[in-house]
C-alpha cells in the first residue's frame, strides 16, 4: 500500500503531465478541451482529499498547524483561477495566459508541499500515525470527484 506522500507525489507528476499537455495545446481544440477537463476534475478531487486526509493530520500536531493553512490557503487561490479559466474561452489569448499563471503558482505550490509540507509531517507525525492515509486519501479523492458540480454551484452561491 502506498504512503500518503508517494500517492500525493503521483497524483502531481500526473497534474505536471497534464499541465505541459495543456500548454502544448492552442485555441478551443478538442485536446486542449479533454486535458483542461481532466485537470480540472483530478485537481479539485485531489485538492479537497488532501485537506480533508493529510492536512487535517498535520494540523493536529502545532509544528504542522502553519504549514497545513499555508497549503489550504494556496488551495484556494488557484480554486479561484481554475474556476476563472473553466468560465472562460479557451479560444482567447488571456486564457492561455491565465493557464500560465495557474500553472506558475500550482508548481510552486507542489514542490514547497513535496519539499516542505512533507518534511514537516515526517518531523511531526509518527509513521504508525499516518499508516493507511495514502488509501484514504484515494477514497476520499473518489467521493470528491462526485462532489465537485454540487461544491461549484454552492461557491458560485456565497
Do not use: C
Not at 499541465?19 to 477537463?37: H, L, P
Not at 493529510?54 to 479561484?80: C, I, N, P
Amino acid at each position: 500500500m502506498p504512503s500518503i506522500y508517494d500517492t500525493i507525489r503521483a497524483d502531481h507528476d500526473n497534474h505536471r503531465d497534464l499541465m505541459a499537455r495543456i500548454e502544448d495545446t492552442s485555441g478551443d481544440s478538442q485536446d486542449r478541451q479533454k486535458a483542461w477537463a481532466a485537470f480540472y476534475e483530478d485537481v479539485k478531487s485531489h485538492a479537497a482529499a488532501e485537506e480533508e486526509t493529510f492536512y487535517s493530520k498535520l494540523m493536529t500536531k502545532t509544528w504542522g498547524q502553519d504549514s497545513a493553512r499555508h497549503s489550504v490557503h494556496e488551495h484556494q487561490e488557484m480554486d479561484d483561477i481554475m474556476e476563472e479559466l473553466n468560465e472562460g474561452d479557451m479560444a482567447s489569448p488571456g486564457w492561455l495566459t491565465r493557464f500560465k499563471t495557474l500553472k506558475h503558482d500550482y508548481e510552486h505550490h507542489m514542490d514547497e508541499e513535496e519539499d516542505e509540507a512533507f518534511a514537516r509531517a515526517q518531523e511531526v507525525i509518527p509513521e504508525d500515525e499516518i499508516e493507511g492515509y495514502g488509501e484514504r486519501f484515494e477514497k476520499r479523492k473518489s467521493k470528491e470527484r462526485g462532489l465537485i458540480e454540487e461544491k461549484r454551484e454552492d461557491s458560485l452561491e456565497d
